[in-house]
């Protein structure tokens, strides 16, 4: 009599996930496809959409795909202030557990979003013995004693790096997203520790996300830009970024009425930008909120040139996703960074673009001006980028790390 050995059960904890518009969110659904296609059964356990207007439709479109998503209570809370944000993550987080403690699952991937689903997994590792994979997306406490949210040397902070430190060092792997965030996330780690360490860069849907040259002006003339040079701007509008430098540059160009910018996005910095837009009358801006997937790439594809941007001291602590989907659209990029970030590199690595300094309002004007006034370059440097974004940064070499990752731990462990 032969037996036919049940598939492994991962379980993915996330604070976001479909049809929730972050970059994170995306990510951990292609993430949880890309298991559950490889023959491996998927729990989905995160909160209830915080930036979609849309019904959660996640198990419509999971239900026949070996995934499962439990939602955790998930109150609707202001967004523009860190105690909002930390709650909503800690009731998340202790629903979260109650789920994991009588569920089966023989490994957990537990990414950053949130720093309670953290603790939650390490607790679960050490109550239930599950081994566990960490994603780290953004580096914590770092972000929050760099915004002045906690000061280096307070008991919070104490706590945090302790913590941790300890959940680390009990992760059976640590993915970044790039060799300077390794940096900051390693400067502490044993030898042991470090050796689990994983770079997988984040990605986007290069067939959902592409270049439509021959589309550019229908869908500008659909969006009604006409024939103006796009400056556009998508993602978050959190305190991690530059937004003020944008602004600036837009007001600067005010007189220009061939170069217009589109900004679409959320996040704690959402409502001031919308204001300073108002207050000053800039009649070049246009502010959308996130768009759906379903029209997002279009009004991407409409852009001649993408900005991304890192506040002052952020580099190597985050990587914006909206660098991946810029680099699918065959988009030049200017960087508003500082030279240690992974996206400097990327830029300088492939010539996709240019890079001007946080708070450098003229240095990213003229990089805006040179690139509407040479259109050969612009489109040079929107080629480079969409090769990049194939040889390095596709969904499937992205997912695919990852679920080779997955599958090494787990024979590791389950010989």
């Known amino acids: 009599m032969s037996f036919v050995s049940k598939p492994k059960s991962i379980s993915l904890l996330t604070q976001y996930f479909y049809p929730d518009l972050p970059g994170t969110a995306k990510i951990a659904k292609d993430i949880a496809f890309g298991l559950a296609k490889n023959g491996l059964v998927v729990n989905i356990y995160t909160g209830y959409p915080s930036y979609s207007s849309v019904n959660d439709t996640s198990e419509q479109l999971l239900s026949s795909n070996n995934i499962r998503v439990y939602r955790a209570y998930s109150p609707i809370l202001s967004r523009k202030n860190v105690f909002s944000r930390l709650l909503n993550g800690l009731l998340v987080a202790v629903s979260i557990s109650w789920k994991l403690l009588f569920k089966k699952h023989h490994i957990i991937v537990v990414d950053s979003t949130s720093p309670f689903l953290l603790v939650v997994t ?231 673009g240019y890079r001007t300094l946080p708070g450098n309002i003229e240095t990213l004007v003229d990089a805006i001006k040179l690139l509407y006034s040479d259109m050969e370059t612009t489109k040079t440097m929107g080629f480079n980028a969409r090769q990049a974004f194939e040889k390095k940064y596709s969904k499937e070499i992205g997912v695919n790390k990852h679920v080779e990752l997955v599958n090494s731990v787990l024979s590791e462990i389950y010989k």
């Open 122 to 352: 390490f607790l679960i590792r050490l109550i239930r013995k599950i081994p566990y994979i960490v994603l780290v997306h953004d580096v914590y406490p770092d972000i929050a004693i760099k915004l002045g949210v906690i000061s280096n040397d307070s008991l919070l902070s104490i706590i945090w790096k302790k913590t941790y430190a300890i959940i680390y060092k009990w992760a059976s792997r640590i993915v970044v997203l790039g060799d300077s965030m390794k940096k900051i996330v390693s400067k502490d780690f044993d030898q042991s520790t470090k050796a689990k360490l994983v770079i997988i860069p984040n990605w986007a849907d290069g067939a959902f996300i592409k270049p439509l040259y021959s589309e550019k002006q229908r869908l500008k003339d659909r969006f009604g830009f006409n024939d103006a040079f796009i400056v556009i701007y998508s993602g978050n509008m959190g305190l991690t970024h530059d937004i003020n430098t944008i602004l600036k540059s837009a007001e600067k160009l005010a007189g220009n009425p061939k170069i217009e910018y589109l900004l679409i996005g959320g996040g704690g910095q959402f409502d001031s930008v919308v204001k300073f837009v108002s207050d000053k009358g800039l009649k070049n801006v246009k502010i959308l909120p996130y768009q759906s997937e379903d029209i997002f790439p279009d009004y991407l594809a409409c852009g001649d040139v993408s900005l991304v941007t890192l506040a002052n001291g952020m580099e190597g602590l985050s990587v914006p996703s909206k660098i991946y989907s810029s680099l699918a659209a065959g988009l030049p990029i200017i960087g508003i960074l500082n030279e240690e970030s992974e996206i400097a590199g990327i830029i300088e690595e492939n010539k996709c």
